[in-house]
């Protein structure tokens, strides 16, 4: 493993207790949160980062809420029990090119409907997140019931996640065999930490979501995250596939990329690397290894 790739993971595999869900907790991607802080994003409008805030902005300007942004970072968690929940499986590379990311495209298929359902949830993405990874940005695809709305079959939404708040897209109901194209740009950018970026999926039309005013995102992954499993059947069967993963940088180049991965071996779940490298790479998320 490379020494910067195990630098990222150190810092996601970092320890985190999680909140037992409550009536006042609801789930997210980045675990079980206050509702209180969890806002779902109306069409068009975007996050705007403005010194300790983020404004959410409509598609005509008008600020419809403005909320403290902590500066407490919150590590990025695994699984902390066996077939529970967390990132239990999951690739990750971190850019240290002095050029950042300008687009991160992965594409996927929706898997089958589990073969039981326990209320579990189960999510599986690509996403980026800044190097003291306060923050994420990540086109979901999730099972079960979350924050965001669902249940008992899959849907997609986009989701930007910071240690104090929470913001997704209107969930959009997805069917098995579907095609995913999920893609993170950064948009525009001018002295740091003033980056700008989109996350969508780009074939579903209501998942756009604007960033701005961020600090550069630099960690790309791509995740499988559940909640409440119980058995191996609550898994989807086989493998969902990453394909067509593609990384450019802002100054045009291919930037020279070796995955590094996460496995939960005691749970029979593992991700490998088909094809490395920052060009049509091919990375499996496997059920029943």
């Not at 805030?53 to 008008?62: A, D, K, P, R, V």
């Not at 039981?116 to 306060?134: A, E, H, M």
């Not at 756009?208 to 191996?232: C, D």
């Amino acid at each position: 493993m490379h020494v910067i790739a195990a630098a990222l993971l150190v810092g996601l595999l970092a320890p985190l207790t999680l909140a037992a869900p409550t009536a006042e907790m609801i789930l997210t991607p980045a675990g079980y949160r206050p509702a209180t802080t969890v806002y779902e994003i109306p069409a068009g409008a975007t996050l705007a980062h403005v010194g300790s805030e983020i404004h959410l902005i409509s598609f005509n300007g008008t600020v419809l809420k403005t909320v403290t942004a902590s500066i407490t970072p919150t590590p990025v968690k695994e699984a902390v029990s066996a077939l529970q929940r967390g990132w239990v499986t999951y690739a990750t590379w971190l850019n240290t090119d002095s050029s950042p990311i300008s687009s991160f495209t992965t594409t996927w298929t929706v898997p089958p409907v589990p073969a039981t359902d326990n209320g579990q949830i189960i999510f599986l993405f690509n996403s980026i997140v800044p190097d003291n990874r306060k923050a994420i940005l990540q086109p979901v695809l999730q099972y079960g019931h979350s924050a965001a709305g669902g249940g008992s079959f899959w849907a997609v939404t986009t989701w930007y996640n910071t240690p104090s708040t929470r913001f997704f897209t209107t969930p959009i109901r997805v069917s098995p065999g579907a095609i995913l194209n999920g893609i993170i740009t950064l948009t525009s950018s001018s002295s740091s930490p003033s980056f700008n970026y989109n996350s969508q999926f780009t074939n579903i039309p209501g998942t756009s979501l604007n960033i701005t005013g961020v600090a550069q995102l630099t960690g790309a992954t791509e995740t499988l995250e559940v909640y409440g499993v119980t058995a191996k059947s609550d898994y989807p069967s086989g493998s969902t596939v990453f394909t067509d993963i593609n990384l450019k940088l802002a100054n045009g180049n291919t930037p020279s990329v070796s995955w590094a991965h996460r496995d939960d071996i005691a749970d029979g779940l593992d991700t490998t690397i088909d094809i490395d490298g920052a060009t049509n790479a091919r990375i499996a998320i496997n059920y029943n290894a």
